[in-house]
């Protein structure tokens, strides 16, 4: 019997975004951007669905005090350009982070993520702070709630099934006496040898019909009899002259 399963399809009902909070001191900005990314795509739950905002807000504190590898402070520039010609504006991550230090993180984060309408929303998702505090308290508090209601509902919705009585162990089965040997049958009688048949007298050969053999085979047969026979004689002389001789 085959059975269908359904599939699941996450809808926009089912989407319930939380809030988390990062703290980027002393952690590498490649590596906490797309960690970060993660997030905010949904790609941690099993819910995720690519057509959908099924990510969660992000909040980024000691945005300015990630670390980079190498000489990437010099030597990484940033780029953009005011639409008239000779407008374009170059900036190395150094001067970035001295005048606008949250775009670091908010310019790699947006590299990571698709390039749509879908992708701008995520991004809007992203707080990115300077300092150890931030406006958003509220939202976090409320996030813990709902993680703490829904873990409730699982554990009532699961009740733990009671211990079953063990079964008491069945009384082993009294040992069956062997059974006894029985004797063994007495040997029969070897049956006598049959007396061998009498052998049969050979048949007697068969006469030669004479008239089915070729002249070459008459004269073969004539010679092995000792009789002479005219090398012009037709085959009707040598079988007269054989039958004669028989």
């Known amino acids: 019997m085959t059975t269908h399963i359904k599939n699941y399809n996450t809808t926009k009902a089912d989407l319930k975004p939380k809030w988390h909070v990062i703290d980027a001191t002393d952690q590498t900005l490649g590596r906490l951007s797309s960690k970060i990314a993660t997030l905010l795509q949904g790609k941690h739950k099993p819910s995720y669905a690519h057509n959908l905002l099924s990510g969660d807000f992000v909040i980024v504190t000691n945005g300015d005090k990630f670390k980079v590898s190498g000489n990437k402070l010099l030597s990484k520039k940033y780029y953009r350009h005011s639409g008239y010609i000779g407008g374009l504006t170059e900036q190395t991550m150094e001067d970035m982070l001295d005048k606008f230090p949250e775009r ?28 150890d505090e931030h406006p958003h308290e509220a939202q976090i508090k409320e996030s813990e709630a709902l993680v ?8 009532e919705a699961k009740p733990k099934a009671e211990a079953k009585p063990k079964a008491q162990a069945k009384p082993k089965a009294e040992a069956k006496p062997k059974a006894q040997a029985k004797p063994k049958a007495e040997a029969k009688p070897k049956a006598q040898a049959k007396p061998k048949a009498e052998a049969k007298p050979k048949a007697q050969v068969k006469e030669i019909n004479l008239a089915t053999l070729t002249v070459p085979k008459l004269k073969e047969l004539a010679s092995s009899k000792g009789l002479t026979i005219p090398s012009k004689a037709r085959k009707a002389d040598i079988i007269e002259i054989l039958s004669k001789a028989d």
């Not at 590299?111 to 992708?119: A, F, I, R, V, Y």
């Open 104 to 131: 670091v993180i908010t310019q790699s984060v947006k590299g990571m993520l698709p390039k749509n309408k879908l992708g701008r929303k995520m991004l809007l998702r992203l707080k990115v702070y300077t300092g």
């Open 148 to 155: 703490q209601a829904e873990v409730e509902l699982s554990v």
